[in-house]
């Protein structure tokens, strides 16, 4: 059967009042205990604490049951432990205990916790003092004691789980940094391996230039044939002016300027209105001696 006061996660307590889920304290509901549930850090009044830990404590006479975790840190003889004794659990829920001590007739009607009974009779519940400036009674100081004890004990808790993942992430840390110094450590060697080695082998000796391709026949003979033409042809040329100078016996005579500017039309037509000279009116060549 559903709980009276459903454990779900608590919801953002506004700023002065109680985070519980269906509180019936008020909002000016006083103190308020830093409590853990379900992973989730709230602001809760007393009577919430009480309620999302029904089996902690005693629901008749609110003492901490000596087999919950919270009396476990208690110094012995603690007023808010209650003795070793059997339990009944609630007939309704079946997540409040209380003492069969506690509880008169437990074995004849069956047990309905204080918040079950509420709800069947549908009114709100709640451990903590009703509102006034009335004195403190005895049982509501029992209520802030065992809600201050339960919350002191889930921080602590929450607290001890924090300090553990800390120190398991702190030790991964310090494993992941041995390792990658380690691989740093290998990395470097191997550089230094490969530097030592590159200057221990000698250096690559320098490839000969390959040879000059041999030429084929034809152009081998074509180039002896031009090299033969380029001597023969300033013996040719001397050869040829020594003919015509001796065919002639005469030098041949120098262009003046202004002959050179005539056009060369005007040339030809006065080269063939004169007529040629015969021998007889040339000059004696260099002097020649007469008979």
Sequence with gaps: MATPFRPSAPAPSAKGGCGGDRCASGRDAWPLHHFRHEGVFC????????????????????HILSSSPAAAAAPPGDPAVAAPGPTAPCSACGVSVAHLSCVPGADRHPFVCPPCAATAEGRA??????????PLQERDARVLLVAARLAHDSV???AAAAREEAERRVAEAA??????????????RA?????????????????????????????????KLLKLNAMQQPALAFAA?????????????????KEEKQPAVKQEAQGSAAAPREDKDRPPLFGTLQS
């Design 125 to 134: 519940f709640s451990f903590a003092p009703a509102p006034g400036r009335r």
């Design 175 to 188: 494993a992941a940094r041995k390792r990658s110094r380690e691989m740093l450590d290998a990395a470097f």
């Design 191 to 223: 550089l230094e391996a490969e530097a030592r080695d590159a200057k221990m082998k000698p250096a690559a000796a320098a490839q000969p230039p390959p040879p000059p391709k041999k030429k084929p026949e034809a152009n081998r003979d074509r180039d």
């Design 156 to 158: 602590s808790r929450a």
């Design 43 to 62: 602001l809760l009044c007393s009577s919430c604490v009480l309620l999302y830990s029904p089996s902690a404590f005693c629901a008749s006479c609110l």
């Design 241 to 257: 002016a020594a003919a015509a100078a001796a065919a002639t016996s005469v030098p041949l005579p120098t262009p003046s300027i």
